[in-house]
């Protein structure tokens, strides 16, 4: 799995909490990003970073921070869950090119009641 | 507006037989097309890419067959295993624009039975 690790892998939250999803590489890749997977919508870019504390929102980021303090780690948090964002979280990490292959964590599976 | 249309939804062949998954797009500055394969449980891994210079691209039982024209690519599974039951996903990109410009469609189930 490409050195990826993503933590929790599964998770249940009540509506209104907060709720920190971690990712951490040991590629050394410069280029981090978090998706979510829902059924009919296929993989969607929240977030994604360049760089230790270079950070850019993706195509459904509302409701959604990220931070990177160390080139290993990328987190992904959600201020206050809502059951909207019940879904699978996936950190995927990439070389600098445009052509160059995402490789996926296994995933984070959040549910939130 | 979705820039990657993908069909179908889901997909059930007998072993043996040839899954044919259909992308189109829109963006006709799109120059890097890969497909992701991705098992239950797990994330999406890459399978096989092309680029537009090339019409067709084999890589084992898998081909990708490409349209600029059309701008429609397609996978194809020869002899089909019940190992190959997956969710595949076709993607488009431009290469100077970084991976994060990658757009993905829906995604195709596929099922192939013993």
């Known amino acids: 799995d490409a050195g990826i690790t993503q933590s929790p892998r599964h998770k249940v939250t009540e509506t209104g909490t907060p709720v920190t999803l971690r990712c951490h590489q040991t590629e050394n890749h410069r280029y981090m990003y978090w998706y979510r997977q829902d059924p009919g919508h296929g993989l969607r870019l929240i977030h994604y970073s360049y760089g230790v504390k270079d950070t850019d929102k993706g195509e459904v980021s509302d409701g959604y921070s990220v931070s990177r303090s160390k080139t290993e780690d990328f987190l992904l948090t959600l201020e206050s869950a809502t059951s909207s964002q019940t879904s699978v979280y996936f950190c995927?990490?990439?070389?600098?090119?445009?052509?160059?292959?995402?490789?996926f964590g296994n995933g984070t599976r959040l549910t939130v009641t | 507006q979705q820039q990657v249309k993908q069909s179908p939804q889901s997909l059930i062949v007998q072993k043996g037989g040839i899954p044919i998954i259909n992308c189109a797009y829109e963006n006709t500055a799109f120059d890097y097309f890969p497909w992701y394969q991705q098992f239950p449980g797990k994330g999406p891994a890459l399978l096989i890419a092309i680029r537009p210079d090339v019409s067709e691209k084999k890589e084992g039982r898998f081909t990708i067959s490409f349209n600029k024209s059309a701008k429609q690519f397609s996978l194809h599974i020869m002899d089909s295993q019940p190992g190959d039951s997956a969710t595949y996903f076709c993607a488009a990109s431009k290469v100077q624009g970084g991976s994060e410009k990658l757009v993905f469609g829906k995604g195709t189930k596929l099922t192939v039975n013993p």
């Open positions: 995927a990490i990439s070389g600098s090119a445009g052509d160059s292959p995402l490789h």
